[in-house]
T-cell receptor
Framework: GQQVMQIPQYQHVQEGEDFTTYCNSS?????IQWYKQRPGGHPVFLIQ?????EVKKQKRLTFQFGEAKKNSSLHITATQTTDVGTYFC????????FGTGTKLQVIP | DTGVSQDPRHKITKRGQNVTFRCDPISEHNRLYWYRQTLGQGPEFLTYFQNEAQLEKSRLLSDRFSAERPKGSFSTLEIQRTEQGDSAMYLC??????????????FGPGTRLLVL
């Protein structure tokens, strides 16, 4: 069956450092979405990628979808304390599946 | 506020009691979803509706769980004979499904359930 791993599980960075989280699937994904959940909050949609090799940027955030559509990454440049939270990759439509998440802690 | 709303935000109940949660989606969104999230985990899909029709249910949704969306607007999720293992955050999301376009789900703040 399909297996999708999200790594790392936790990441502590000094404010100003970069951060990257990865999602790796054993099978081709039709799409990948990224959500952010602040501590005590609910998931908030960030982006959706559907095309092979797609790269999208939102200010300091860069999202990539691999050429084989089996992996994706979210990169944050120069982290800020407001970036704290758990980042989930999500795949599928209607009955979506959330990855295990990467919990980011930013040390001021 | 035109986002997804959920009520109550917190619920404490004793084991064996029934509880009901309500979700009001973004107006005009035709799809509504229920998820369950336990501490340290990502949300897990429970069920979803397109308008008033319940189209899919997860195996996680035991016989004690029932969801309705009678008029295609708000939805309720009822848990009968609650168990301690039901303690979790119950999240609702809604989306606008248009043929040929890829939808995005927008989440509500959740209802945190604690079963004692």
């Amino acid at each position: 069956g399909q297996q999708v791993m999200q790594i790392p599980q936790y990441q502590h960075v000094q404010e100003g450092e970069d951060f990257t989280t990865y999602c790796n699937s054993s099978t081709t994904l039709s799409n990948i979405q990224w959500y952010k959940q602040r501590p005590g909050g609910h998931p908030v949609f960030l982006i959706q990628l559907v095309k092979s090799g797609e790269v999208k940027k939102q200010k300091r955030l860069t999202f990539q979808f691999g050429e084989a559509k089996k992996n994706s990454s979210l990169h944050i440049t120069a982290t800020q304390t407001t970036d704290v939270g758990t980042y989930f990759c999500v795949w599928g439509y209607q009955k979506v599946t959330f990855g295990t998440g990467t919990k980011l802690q930013v040390i001021p | 506020d035109t986002g997804v709303s959920q009520d109550p935000r917190h619920k404490i109940t004793k084991r064996g009691q029934n509880v009901t949660f309500r979700c009001d989606p973004i107006s005009e969104h035709n799809r509504l979803y229920w998820y369950r999230q336990t501490l340290g985990q990502g949300p897990e899909f429970l069920t979803y509706f397109q308008n008033e029709a319940q189209l899919e249910k997860s195996r996680l949704l035991s016989d004690r769980f029932s969801a309705e969306r009678p008029k295609g607007s708000f939805s309720t999720l009822e848990i009968q004979r609650t168990e301690q293992g039901d303690s979790a955050m119950y999240l609702c999301a809604s989306s606008l499904q248009i043929t040929g376009l890829r939808e995005t789900q927008y989440f509500g703040p959740g209802t945190r359930l604690l079963v004692l």
